[in-house]
């Protein structure tokens, strides 16, 4: 939140949504996870597993975590690129806490040993592993407590029927229009003390490349570069003009270069 004297620079940007009601336009994801949680909080039941499916920066992360409050439960999240070795599969998996969110970014990019592990404990909730090889190779199987694990992937083809036969629920998230990126761009300067007018959120969301992310992104460098709490749309042309964008001014214009064309990392690197 902003405190005070702080700068526009120093801002600390708002926390994902973490009700239904906070989530804009996805309608038909959240009619879903509404009624998913709902029933499992009617019956007091365990929640199946969820895989959500977008492209990054679409809004993956916040729609889990939303999940996760909603139930009612604590949750932790992991990238599954920090899993290399059986090792750390193993002691992220037995340290999780019953009845727990566990919430795997990229799921489809874990090592091939390490999703067959993943997929049998999805299935028996319990952990088999082998030490050793040969004669001499030892089996153990170890109880996991019951949790939910909600996967991020960003095709519904990235995913063996194994892996996907082990979800309850599947979410494909849907593309987000120009007016519903700026509501959103509204709702992120608001929760951090921002006053933009609509011409600016209108400017941010046709300039995102159609996520989220890249609106809170975008938000946040316009914010540092002109150092004030009231952002006008010729301050939000010229910011994003400094950063090296051919800036769109219409929803109409397909000709310019599109920032969902750029990879992650040079969007990241924008104002930078």
């Known amino acids: 939140e902003f405190r005070g004297t702080e700068s526009a620079s120093n801002r600390v940007f708002p926390q994902p949504a973490r009700h239904y009601a906070e989530i804009v336009g996805q309608p038909d994801v959240v009619s879903r996870l509404k009624t998913f949680s709902g029933f499992h909080l009617k019956n007091s039941s365990a929640p199946g597993h969820v895989l959500v499916i977008g492209e990054e920066g679409t809004g993956r992360t916040t729609i889990a975590r939303t999940l996760a409050h909603e139930l009612k439960l604590t949750y932790q999240e992991i990238d599954s690129s920090k899993?290399?070795?059986?090792?750390?599969?193993?002691s992220l998996i037995t340290n999780v806490r019953s009845n727990e969110v566990l919430i795997v970014q990229e799921i489809h990019r874990l090592k091939r040993n390490l999703l067959e592990l993943l997929?049998?404990?999805l299935r028996t909730q319990k952990l088999e592993i082998h030490i050793g090889v040969g004669t001499t190779a030892r089996r153990h199987v170890l109880d996991v407590a019951p949790f939910t694990l909600i996967g991020s992937v960003t095709r519904k083809s990235d995913c063996s029927p194994d892996l996907l036969s082990c979800f309850s629920l599947?979410?494909?998230?849907?593309p987000y229009s120009s007016v519903a990126l700026a509501q959103i761009a509204e709702q992120i300067a608001?929760?951090?003390?921002?006053e933009i007018d609509s011409e600016s959120a209108r400017l941010i969301a046709i300039n995102s490349g159609g996520r989220p992310h890249h609106v809170e992104l975008l938000i946040q460098r316009v914010a540092k570069a002109v150092r004030k709490q009231r952002i006008t749309a010729d301050d939000?042309?010229?910011?994003?003009?400094a950063f090296g964008m051919s800036v769109r001014t219409n929803t109409t214009n397909h000709d310019e270069p599109q920032v969902a064309d750029m990879s992650g990392v040079e969007f990241e690197?924008?104002?930078?």
């Open 190 to 194: 608001t929760n951090a003390n921002l």
């Open 170 to 174: 599947v979410l494909q998230l849907q």
């Open 119 to 121: 997929i049998g404990v």
């Open 236 to 241: 939000t042309l010229q910011a994003l003009s």
């Open 269 to 272: 690197k924008l104002g930078l």
């Open 83 to 90: 899993l290399q070795i059986i090792g750390d599969f193993t």
